[in-house]
Protein backbone atom coordinates (compact mmCIF):
# COMPACT_ATOMS: atom_id res chain seq x y z
CA UNK A 1 0.00 0.00 0.00
CA UNK A 2 1.16 3.28 -0.87
CA UNK A 3 1.08 5.99 2.19
CA UNK A 4 -1.67 8.17 1.86
CA UNK A 5 -0.92 11.03 -0.21
CA UNK A 6 -2.78 12.82 3.17
CA UNK A 7 1.03 12.55 4.94
CA UNK A 8 3.03 14.43 2.42
CA UNK A 9 2.81 18.68 2.01
CA UNK A 10 0.62 18.62 -1.75
CA UNK A 11 -1.82 20.84 -0.19
CA UNK A 12 -0.14 23.99 -1.60
CA UNK A 13 -0.64 22.36 -4.96
CA UNK A 14 -3.80 23.42 -7.00
CA UNK A 15 -6.65 20.38 -6.82
CA UNK A 16 -5.69 19.36 -10.21
CA UNK A 17 -1.85 18.94 -9.32
CA UNK A 18 -2.88 17.16 -6.05
CA UNK A 19 -5.08 15.14 -8.42
CA UNK A 20 -2.08 14.41 -10.24
CA UNK A 21 0.42 13.55 -6.86
CA UNK A 22 -2.05 11.34 -5.70
CA UNK A 23 -2.59 8.85 -8.67
CA UNK A 24 0.98 8.68 -9.08
CA UNK A 25 1.61 7.63 -5.88
CA UNK A 26 -0.45 5.02 -5.89
CA UNK A 27 -0.68 4.30 -9.62
CA UNK A 28 1.66 5.98 -11.73
CA UNK A 29 1.19 4.29 -14.61
CA UNK A 30 -1.57 6.21 -15.40
CA UNK A 31 -0.22 9.81 -15.25
CA UNK A 32 2.66 11.44 -17.43
CA UNK A 33 5.54 10.37 -15.28
CA UNK A 34 7.57 13.53 -16.58
CA UNK A 35 5.65 15.88 -15.58
CA UNK A 36 5.11 14.66 -12.14
CA UNK A 37 9.18 15.11 -11.51
CA UNK A 38 9.12 18.49 -13.09
CA UNK A 39 6.37 19.60 -10.99
CA UNK A 40 8.01 17.59 -7.59
CA UNK A 41 11.65 19.28 -8.43
CA UNK A 42 10.06 22.94 -9.68
CA UNK A 43 8.30 23.20 -6.00
CA UNK A 44 11.54 21.57 -4.21
CA UNK A 45 13.42 24.55 -5.61
CA UNK A 46 10.68 26.79 -4.07
CA UNK A 47 9.12 25.32 -0.99
CA UNK A 48 11.93 24.38 1.70
CA UNK A 49 9.44 22.44 3.83
CA UNK A 50 8.72 20.54 0.27
CA UNK A 51 12.20 20.16 -0.29
CA UNK A 52 13.07 18.05 2.68
CA UNK A 53 10.04 15.83 2.23
CA UNK A 54 10.06 15.00 -1.37
CA UNK A 55 12.16 12.32 -1.42
CA UNK A 56 10.14 10.40 0.55
CA UNK A 57 7.13 10.95 -2.25
CA UNK A 58 9.74 9.82 -4.79
CA UNK A 59 10.70 7.00 -3.30
CA UNK A 60 6.36 6.05 -2.81
CA UNK A 61 6.11 6.12 -6.53
CA UNK A 62 9.38 4.29 -7.73
CA UNK A 63 8.11 1.40 -5.52
CA UNK A 64 4.58 1.83 -6.76
CA UNK A 65 6.07 1.62 -10.49
CA UNK A 66 8.23 -1.20 -9.87
CA UNK A 67 5.23 -2.88 -8.19
CA UNK A 68 2.55 -1.90 -10.91
CA UNK A 69 5.04 -2.26 -13.96
CA UNK A 70 8.25 -3.30 -13.02
CA UNK A 71 9.38 -0.19 -14.87
CA UNK A 72 11.81 2.91 -13.45
CA UNK A 73 10.45 5.67 -15.99
CA UNK A 74 9.54 7.52 -13.28
CA UNK A 75 13.25 7.62 -11.63
CA UNK A 76 14.71 8.28 -15.49
CA UNK A 77 12.91 11.47 -15.72
CA UNK A 78 13.47 12.28 -12.42
CA UNK A 79 17.59 11.46 -12.63
CA UNK A 80 17.72 13.67 -15.82
CA UNK A 81 16.61 16.54 -14.32
CA UNK A 82 18.46 16.35 -11.29
CA UNK A 83 21.53 16.49 -13.79
CA UNK A 84 20.38 19.57 -15.46
CA UNK A 85 20.00 20.93 -12.51
CA UNK A 86 23.52 20.02 -10.72
CA UNK A 87 25.14 21.43 -14.02
CA UNK A 88 23.58 24.64 -13.09
CA UNK A 89 24.11 24.77 -9.98
CA UNK A 90 26.94 28.05 -9.60
CA UNK A 91 24.23 30.06 -12.22
CA UNK A 92 21.35 28.96 -9.66
CA UNK A 93 23.97 29.75 -6.56
CA UNK A 94 24.50 33.32 -8.23
CA UNK A 95 20.96 33.97 -8.93
CA UNK A 96 19.05 32.87 -5.60
CA UNK A 97 21.26 31.47 -3.11
CA UNK A 98 17.64 30.48 -1.42
CA UNK A 99 16.57 28.38 -4.33
CA UNK A 100 20.25 26.70 -4.38
CA UNK A 101 20.26 25.67 -0.71
CA UNK A 102 16.80 23.81 -1.58
CA UNK A 103 18.32 22.06 -4.55
CA UNK A 104 21.32 20.79 -1.95
CA UNK A 105 18.29 20.07 0.33
CA UNK A 106 16.14 17.95 -2.20
CA UNK A 107 18.95 16.41 -3.85
CA UNK A 108 20.32 15.24 -0.62
CA UNK A 109 16.79 13.80 0.49
CA UNK A 110 16.71 12.34 -2.72
CA UNK A 111 20.06 10.32 -1.89
CA UNK A 112 18.98 9.18 1.34
CA UNK A 113 15.29 7.79 0.06
CA UNK A 114 15.97 6.20 -3.17
CA UNK A 115 17.43 3.14 -2.72
CA UNK A 116 18.88 0.09 -4.87
CA UNK A 117 18.74 -3.08 -2.79
CA UNK A 118 19.13 -1.03 0.16
CA UNK A 119 22.19 1.05 -0.72
CA UNK A 120 22.20 4.30 -2.34
CA UNK A 121 22.68 5.36 -6.19
CA UNK A 122 25.82 5.34 -6.92
CA UNK A 123 25.33 7.95 -9.43
CA UNK A 124 24.20 10.29 -6.89
CA UNK A 125 27.48 10.18 -4.28
CA UNK A 126 29.91 12.32 -6.11
CA UNK A 127 27.79 14.81 -7.19
CA UNK A 128 26.06 15.07 -3.64
CA UNK A 129 30.06 15.15 -2.63
CA UNK A 130 30.71 18.14 -5.19
CA UNK A 131 27.50 20.00 -3.53
CA UNK A 132 28.18 20.02 -0.37
CA UNK A 133 32.04 20.90 -1.29
CA UNK A 134 30.84 23.58 -2.63
CA UNK A 135 29.32 24.53 0.79
CA UNK A 136 32.53 24.48 2.16
CA UNK A 137 34.18 26.67 0.10
CA UNK A 138 35.19 30.03 2.02
CA UNK A 139 32.60 32.34 0.39
CA UNK A 140 30.07 29.95 1.41
CA UNK A 141 31.19 29.50 4.81
CA UNK A 142 30.38 33.10 5.10
CA UNK A 143 26.56 32.50 4.68
CA UNK A 144 24.73 31.53 7.50
CA UNK A 145 21.73 29.73 5.31
CA UNK A 146 24.76 27.69 3.43
CA UNK A 147 26.37 26.49 6.49
CA UNK A 148 23.20 25.48 8.26
CA UNK A 149 22.33 23.56 5.34
CA UNK A 150 25.71 21.78 5.29
CA UNK A 151 25.57 21.46 8.63
CA UNK A 152 22.19 19.49 8.60
CA UNK A 153 22.39 17.59 5.61
CA UNK A 154 25.59 16.21 6.94
CA UNK A 155 23.96 15.11 10.30
CA UNK A 156 21.35 13.43 7.71
CA UNK A 157 23.51 11.31 5.56
CA UNK A 158 26.76 12.02 6.62
CA UNK A 159 27.75 8.54 7.94
CA UNK A 160 25.95 7.10 4.54
CA UNK A 161 28.33 9.18 2.33
CA UNK A 162 31.63 8.61 4.39
CA UNK A 163 30.65 4.62 3.19
CA UNK A 164 30.26 5.28 -0.03
CA UNK A 165 33.82 7.16 -0.22
CA UNK A 166 35.61 7.64 3.23
CA UNK A 167 38.09 9.87 0.68
CA UNK A 168 35.81 12.10 -0.03
CA UNK A 169 34.64 12.65 3.41
CA UNK A 170 38.37 13.27 4.60
CA UNK A 171 38.73 15.87 1.80
CA UNK A 172 35.74 17.75 2.85
CA UNK A 173 36.43 17.77 6.26
CA UNK A 174 39.89 19.23 5.55
CA UNK A 175 38.09 21.88 3.98
CA UNK A 176 35.97 22.08 6.88
CA UNK A 177 39.00 22.28 9.67
CA UNK A 178 40.64 25.00 7.32
CA UNK A 179 37.41 26.88 7.33
CA UNK A 180 37.13 26.71 11.11
CA UNK A 181 40.42 27.19 11.92
CA UNK A 182 41.68 30.11 9.01
CA UNK A 183 38.71 32.04 8.39
CA UNK A 184 38.39 35.02 10.58
CA UNK A 185 35.59 36.32 9.20
CA UNK A 186 33.45 33.27 9.98
CA UNK A 187 30.70 34.16 12.57
CA UNK A 188 31.04 33.06 15.96
CA UNK A 189 27.54 30.75 15.56
CA UNK A 190 28.75 29.21 12.22
CA UNK A 191 31.77 28.52 13.85
CA UNK A 192 30.04 27.15 16.69
CA UNK A 193 28.42 24.71 13.99
CA UNK A 194 31.48 24.12 12.01
CA UNK A 195 33.18 22.78 15.69
CA UNK A 196 30.11 20.64 16.21
CA UNK A 197 30.49 19.20 13.08
CA UNK A 198 33.68 17.73 13.15
CA UNK A 199 33.28 16.83 17.13
CA UNK A 200 29.94 14.54 15.13
CA UNK A 201 31.90 13.36 12.83
CA UNK A 202 35.10 12.38 14.96
CA UNK A 203 32.59 10.74 17.17
CA UNK A 204 31.51 8.25 14.64
CA UNK A 205 28.69 10.68 13.94
CA UNK A 206 27.56 11.08 17.16
CA UNK A 207 27.92 13.28 19.88
CA UNK A 208 27.57 12.26 23.53
CA UNK A 209 24.64 13.77 25.76
CA UNK A 210 27.05 16.18 26.96
CA UNK A 211 28.52 18.06 23.93
CA UNK A 212 24.89 18.12 22.52
CA UNK A 213 23.63 20.09 25.57
CA UNK A 214 26.80 22.22 24.94
CA UNK A 215 26.50 22.68 21.26
CA UNK A 216 22.69 23.10 21.13
CA UNK A 217 22.57 25.24 24.37
CA UNK A 218 24.93 27.60 23.05
CA UNK A 219 23.34 28.00 19.52
CA UNK A 220 19.87 28.30 21.05
CA UNK A 221 21.59 31.10 23.40
Not at 114 to 135: E, G, I, S
Request: aromatic content about 8%; proline content about 2%.
Amino acid sequence: MAESAKEYRIQSFDKETQSLLKTALKEPSKVDLNRVSTIIVDQSLKDHNFSKEAGRICHTIVQAEAREAGASVFRHHLLNRLQQEFKAREKTRCRSVQEWVHFVTFFCNIFDCLKVNNMPLMALVHPVYDCLFRMAEPDSLLNKEEVDCLVLQLHHIGAQLERMSTQRMDELFCLLRDGFLLQEELSSVSRLMLLELLEFRAGGWSLSDTAHKYYYSEVGD
